[in-house]
């Protein structure tokens, strides 16, 4: 079964609302979780890393202020995309870990389409 | 500056073959790499994984090979069936950064019954 919940797994919202996706771990708790997101016919790459209970910290080119990580329990981790645009429709996809040379479990990710 | 690279967008197997699906990687400071399998609209599937300091590692139909000399890995599938059918991705990542992977850009597996 699905150790990575990931909730919703779609939504369309209009141009300049927010969004907030949340990422949960089942089974294990997860001090850290990995925010991933692959646009059309591209590869994952990985956005930003969630650390519980401190700042995430973010990939290069990566607009921290646009996308909210909040990680304030040992099992949830949220994304919220302010003030969405069209060009941040994309696949959006958290990812953890129970340990740390474990492979990542991946969520069944959001699809994200700004009209 | 694509450090993992899958050169091959699709593959086309018949059920019963191998597939053998190949990936490449610049950064010799990668020391773990990981297969994942994905369907549409689903996040990746973890399949098999392999260290630095091994070249091959076996899970039922599934084995990786690893060349590091050639920075090269290659993941076989034997005997191949229809549901294996789905997008695959390699992954690698080094030392403490467990959790930052690098993907390459997968390839479409096609098996056909």
């Known amino acids: 079964g699905a150790v990575v919940s990931q909730h919703p797994s779609w939504v369309i919202c209009k141009s300049g609302t927010s969004v907030k996706i949340e990422c949960r771990s089942l089974?294990?708790?997860?001090?850290?979780m990995f925010w991933y997101r692959q646009f059309p016919k591209q590869s994952l790459m990985l956005m930003a890393t969630s650390n519980e209970g401190s700042k995430a910290t973010y990939e290069q080119g990566v607009e921290k202020d646009k996308f909210l990580i909040n990680h304030a329990s040992l099992t949830l981790s949220t994304l919220t995309v302010t003030s969405a645009h069209p060009e941040d429709s994309s696949f959006y996809i958290c990812s953890a870990g129970s340990h740390d040379n474990s492979p990542l479990h991946f969520g069944n990710g959001t699809r994200l389409t700004v009209t | 500056d694509q450090q993992v690279k899958q050169n091959s967008p699709s593959l086309s197997v018949q059920e019963g073959r191998i597939s053998i699906l190949n990936c490449d990687y610049t950064?010799?400071?990668?020391?773990?790499f990981l297969w994942y399998k994905k369907y549409p609209a689903e996040g990746p599937t973890f399949l098999i994984s392999i260290s630095s300091i091994k070249d091959k590692n076996e899970d039922g139909r599934f084995t990786v090979f690893l060349n590091k000399s050639a920075k090269h890995l290659s993941l076989h599938i034997v005997p191949s069936q229809p549901g294996d059918s789905a997008v695959y991705f390699c992954a690698a990542r080094w030392g403490t950064s467990y959790g930052k992977l690098t993907f390459g850009q997968g390839t479409i597996l096609t098996v056909h019954p």
């Open positions: 950064n010799s400071m990668f020391d773990y």
């Open positions: 089974d294990f708790q997860a001090t850290t």
